[in-house]
């Protein structure tokens, strides 16, 4: 379908719902919790909202963006502490997470993107990757956001699965029988790291094409 004919169907289709929907109105539905918005963005009315969830539903349609863009959500390249199945830490790529990374910038130098925004957490393992990135692709903009930071393990970090299940197998049977909301001592739970992403998550919503290089959770739960 053509452009103007993609319109023309499209002013069609409000001028049939037109003839079923009857539009919400502050006066007579005054008592009712709504949100009206107009022309994309351009006005909002907002009528009786109350609580959490409607003013998070509020705060998200105000963020909407429906600019055509690609948002690319990707894990770090291998690190020393993966191969050992180590949790956490600050540790660097491995030989097979720099290969990883070069291979990432051949794709990112083939999609062509004039002026690329990469987002990385502040650890190195997401830093180094990004740079594989900037030393093949011209005019990329690094920006590093604490909020993207792996899950805080807390006197579980650095230690394997193995070692936890040995050295505190109260905190393991815990984590094991309910893994959203178990809290790592001194550390953090899933459920904090959703309340951590949620601003990286609204202005994601506001950017054109971005490169997101985090940890494997925190890619997770944006797309969950």
């Known amino acids: 379908?053509?452009?103007?004919?993609?319109?023309?169907d499209f002013?069609?289709?409000?001028?049939?719902?037109?003839?079923?929907?009857?539009?919400?109105?502050t006066v007579h539905d005054c008592n009712l919790s709504f949100i009206k918005i107009m022309n994309v963005g351009e006005q909002y009315l907002i009528n009786k909202v109350e609580g959490f969830v409607q003013s998070k539903t509020v705060y998200y349609l105000m963020n909407m963006n429906i600019i055509p863009r690609t948002i690319y959500l990707v894990r770090h390249g291998e690190t020393e502490y993966n191969q050992d199945n180590r949790i956490g830490g600050d540790p660097q790529l491995s030989p097979r997470?720099?290969?990883?990374?070069?291979?990432?910038?051949?794709?990112?130098?083939?999609?062509?993107?004039?002026?690329?925004?990469?987002?990385?957490?502040?650890?190195?393992?997401?830093?180094?990757?990004?740079?594989?990135?900037?030393?093949?692709?011209?005019n990329v903009l690094t920006e590093k956001w604490k909020a993207l930071n792996e899950i805080d393990a807390g006197i579980c970090d650095e230690l394997t699965y193995a070692e936890i299940k040995e050295k505190f197998p109260e905190e393991y049977k815990a984590r094991s029988e309910n893994k959203f909301y178990y809290r790592y001592p001194r550390g953090e739970s899933y459920e904090d790291l959703v309340n951590r992403l949620e601003p990286v998550i609204m202005e994601l919503e506001r950017k054109h094409d971005i490169l997101v290089i985090c940890h494997q959770v925190s890619n997770l739960l944006p797309t969950s």
């Open 1 to 8: 379908m053509n452009p103007d004919d993609a319109i023309k």
């Open 11 to 25: 002013k069609a289709r409000i001028n049939n719902y037109r003839l079923a929907y009857q539009p919400l109105d």
């Open 97 to 138: 997470g720099i290969a990883f990374g070069k291979k990432l910038a051949e794709f990112m130098d083939g999609e062509k993107i004039s002026e690329l925004k990469i987002w990385t957490s502040q650890l190195r393992r997401t830093v180094q990757t990004a740079e594989c990135i900037t030393d093949v692709v011209d």
